[in-house]
């Protein structure tokens, strides 16, 4: 949740139209958490923000990206990071959730954290699915309060809205904290790289260690990487299709 302001101080009215800016890090790696994180704020904030150098965290080196994201924490109205583990991710797809399904899940649990449905809110998602507007309806159906919120769902909203940026700032933050502390538990077994299926270090931590680590809950089991290595993994169902 969002922290007191320490860059401004003005106070929001329930007249004013907020801006909700939603995004993920983490959707495809074959060890660790898929992060989401959102950003409340007002039309000061975004160009407060802009100002200060926020834009999509891909375009930015971990240093600024932690620097930006104490500055969006302080500028915010609020914000909201939520995780889905390795066991997570499994365990829905294994029960016939795919990972868009789960993705609009943990979205509406963040827009349901921060909508008090006071304010009226304009809610940008950068969509994770090829088609936005099947993926914006499942979203809607896992929403509770929907009458003040005005909901987009694009592709590269990331690069195109500051709050958007500002989440996948956040996220990305969060992502990098959670491979380090990865990291540093497994740290005997050497290094585990990036936790996406195309690191050679990554293909390379799971043909040593995979097997003993198998229930340890840092591998997506349902990924193909895994199967393929695994064959016993593919009597499990399937990643299956993201869209």
Not at 118 to 131: A, T
Request: net charge positive.
């Amino acid at each position: 949740m969002g922290i007191r302001k320490q860059y401004k101080t003005n106070i929001c009215d329930n007249s004013m139209t907020l801006v909700l800016g939603i995004d993920d890090a983490g959707r495809g790696p074959l060890i660790g958490p898929m992060v989401l994180a959102g950003v409340l704020m007002n039309k000061e904030d975004e160009l407060f923000l802009k100002k200060q150098g926020v834009n999509d965290s891909k375009q930015l080196i971990h240093s600024v990206r932690m620097k930006l994201g104490e500055i969006i924490k302080g500028t915010a109205v609020n914000y909201k990071v939520v995780l889905a583990q390795p066991e997570d991710i499994d365990k829905s797809i294994r029960g016939g959730i795919n990972l868009n399904t789960l993705e609009a899940i943990k979205t509406a649990e963040i827009i349901n954290s921060l909508n008090s449905g006071k304010e009226k809110i304009k809610v940008i998602v950068d969509c994770p699915s090829v088609n936005t507007s099947a993926w914006r309806k499942t979203l809607l159906e896992y929403i509770e309060k929907k009458d003040n919120l005005d909901v987009h769902c694009e592709h590269k909203a990331d690069v195109n809205h500051v709050s958007a940026s500002a989440a996948s700032i956040l996220a990305k933050v969060v992502r990098e904290e959670e491979v380090w502390k990865l990291k540093d538990e497994y740290l005997e077994y050497g290094d585990l790289g990036s936790g996406y299926p195309s690191d050679p270090t990554t293909k390379d931590f799971l043909r040593k260690h995979g097997k003993k680590l198998k229930d340890s809950g840092i591998f997506r089991k349902t990924w193909a990487t895994w199967r393929e290595l695994f064959p016993e993994a593919k009597q499990q169902k399937t990643l299956g299709e993201f869209g």
